[in-house]
C-alpha cells in the first residue's frame, strides 16, 4: 500500500560511519588519510562500515556498535554526527535515511581488519556504494575545517609524538603541506600541544632525538574561532 492509499509510508533508518585514521600506505611513502571500507564476497563496490539502528540505542551508540561488528578497532578516539542523507531514491528499494558519522581512530592504533574489509586512501578510492563517496567527501571537509579552529588532532595523533610526525597529520588531512615549525607556534599559542620533557628515537637520518609533546586536552575544544589554517600560497 501506498502512502496516497492512506497508509505511512516504509522508512528504514540506517547509520554509517566514515572512519579515518592517517596510516602508511607503502614502506617509505609520506603518511596518507585512509577511510575504512568494506566489502561483502561477490559486491562491486565497497561500502562504509554500516547497518541498522537498534530499538534500545540511539544512533551514535549504534554507529559504535556497528562498526564494533565489522572490525576489530581498539580504539575510535572521537565520533561525531556529520549529515543525514535522505534523497528518496538514495538506496533501491525501501526509503533508507542515513545518519552518518566521524570516526576518528589514532594513528598508532593497531586495526584487526577482516578479509572483507581494508584501508583506502582517501585520495585514491576505489568504487563506492551508492552515496558513499559524498558521506566520505563531506566527512574530510569536517575534519579539515575542524583542524582549523579546535584540537581534533588529538584524535588522529599518538599520546606523544615529534612534532614532524604531528605534522605529517595534518599534511595528510588537510591534503597540503604544513611547516612543522609553524604548527608548533600555532598550537602552542592556543595551549593545543605541550612539551612532555621526554624525547623521542632517533630517526633513520640520525642527528638529535626529537623532543615529544603531548595534546593538552583529549576532547574536542574550539582554539580560535577565527583561525583558519590556510595552504600555502
Known amino acids: ?10 522508512v528504514r533508518v540506517e547509520v554509517l560511519t566514515a572512519v579515518f585514521q592517517v596510516r602508511e600506505i607503502r614502506p617509505d611513502d609520506a603518511p596518507a588519510l585512509c577511510v575504512l571500507l ?17 530499538a534500545d540505542e540511539n544512533l551514535k551508540a549504534s554507529a559504535r556498535r556497528v562498526v564494533a561488528e565489522k572490525v576489530d578497532i581498539d580504539k575510535i578516539a572521537h565520533l561525531e554526527q556529520l549529515a543525514v542523507f535522505s534523497e528518496p531514491h538514495r538506496v533501491p528499494g525501501i526509503r533508507t535515511i542515513a545518519s552518518t558519522y566521524l570516526g576518528l581512530v589514532p594513528s598508532d ?3 584487526h581488519l577482516p578479509d572483507t574489509a581494508a584501508w583506502h586512501a582517501v585520495d585514491a578510492l576505489p568504487d563506492l556504494a551508492v552515496d558513499h563517496g ?16 579546535t584540537n ?29 615549525t609553524n604548527l608548533l607556534r600555532i598550537l602552542s599559542r592556543r595551549a593545543v600541544v605541550v612539551a612532555t620533557g621526554t624525547v623521542g628515537k632517533t630517526g633513520r637520518a640520525g642527528g638529535r632525538p626529537p623532543a ?12 580560535d574561532e577565527f583561525a583558519t589554517l590556510r595552504p600555502p600560497m
Not at 500500500?1 to 516504509?10: I, K, L, Q
Open 109 to 111: 592504533i593497531a586495526t
Open 212 to 223: 615529544l609533546y603531548a595534546f593538552a586536552d583529549t576532547r574536542i575544544r574550539v582554539t
Open 134 to 149: 559524498e558521506i566520505v567527501a563531506a566527512a574530510r571537509q569536517r575534519l579539515a575545517a575542524k583542524l582549523s579552529y
Open 1 to 10: 500500500m501506498s502512502a496516497s492509499d492512506g497508509a505511512p509510508p516504509e
Open 152 to 180: 581534533i588532532a588529538f584524535a588522529l595523533a599518538p599520546a606523544r609524538f615529534p612534532m614532524s610526525a604531528l605534522s605529517e597529520i595534518y599534511c595528510a588531512a588537510l591534503g597540503y603541506p604544513v611547516d612543522t
Open 38 to 54: 568494506g566489502r561483502e564476497p561477490g559486491a562491486a563496490a565497497w561500502s562504509l562500515p554500516g547497518g541498522g539502528v537498534a
